[in-house]
């Protein structure tokens, strides 16, 4: 790491740091260690304290590997959540953008990736074992595959909708609303919202 010119080390090491997040150039990385500055001490702590509690105090949901706080999620939790419609998604993250939306009432299970034999991922390398347990269960009516526009993305769709087809769950994909190439994470919670709502049968599509 080298230290900014001119900028005292503490200062320059924030900057440095911010620097590296996600959106974060050098510029607004200084505006922000400078904003830090101007607030208090107390602040300031709080907000270190989030940061270096984060890893320790969140975890994967046991059963459907979405983010979570203790060994179940709270959608995994909560009751009034309809558990025989399942919601297959890649990431963690992709649960938080479809709960935006705020019409989806059932559950989820995260996959942890998708199928990408370029890079050595394989059914093994995913959460697949877990949702045969849950897909097994006679409770279990319906799987949606939101899985990413992307390449990748549909073979793992493709290969979901393969393995469970002779079983009794009906599977359904979001529609193309969700433009080509597109990953969950980068849509507005309308096109997620609607993409679900207008999900097709999956042997409907094409
Ligand atoms: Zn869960």
């Known amino acids: 790491m080298h230290l900014l010119p001119g900028m005292p080390a503490p200062l320059a090491r924030l900057v ?110 995913l959460r697949i074992a877990s949702l045969d347990r849950r897909v097994a269960d006679k409770d279990v009516q319906e799987l949606i595959l939101a899985t990413s526009a992307t390449v990748d993305g549909e073979a793992t769709a493709h290969f979901l909708a393969r393995r469970y087809a002779s079983g009794h769950v009906k599977i359904s994909r979001i529609s193309r609303g969700v433009p080509e190439g597109g990953e969950l994470e980068y849509l507005d919670e309308y096109t997620l919202s609607r993409a679900l709502d207008q999900r097709v049968v999956w042997e409907q599509r094409l």
Do not use: W
């Open 16 to 125: 440095e740091h911010l620097g590296t997040l996600p959106g974060i150039g050098q510029k607004s990385a200084m505006r922000l260690g400078l904003s830090l500055l101007n607030k208090s001490a107390e602040e300031v702590k709080q907000l270190a304290d989030c940061i270096s509690e984060l890893h320790e105090a969140m975890g994967f949901c046991e059963q459907c590997g979405a983010f979570a706080e203790h060994e179940h999620c709270a959608i995994c939790n909560n009751l009034r959540r309809d558990a025989s419609t399942i919601c297959v998604v890649e990431q963690p993250v992709d649960v938080l953008m479809l709960e935006r939306g705020r019409g989806f009432s059932g559950c989820y299970h995260v996959l942890h990736g998708r199928l990408s034999p370029i890079d050595g991922l394989g059914p093994d390398q």
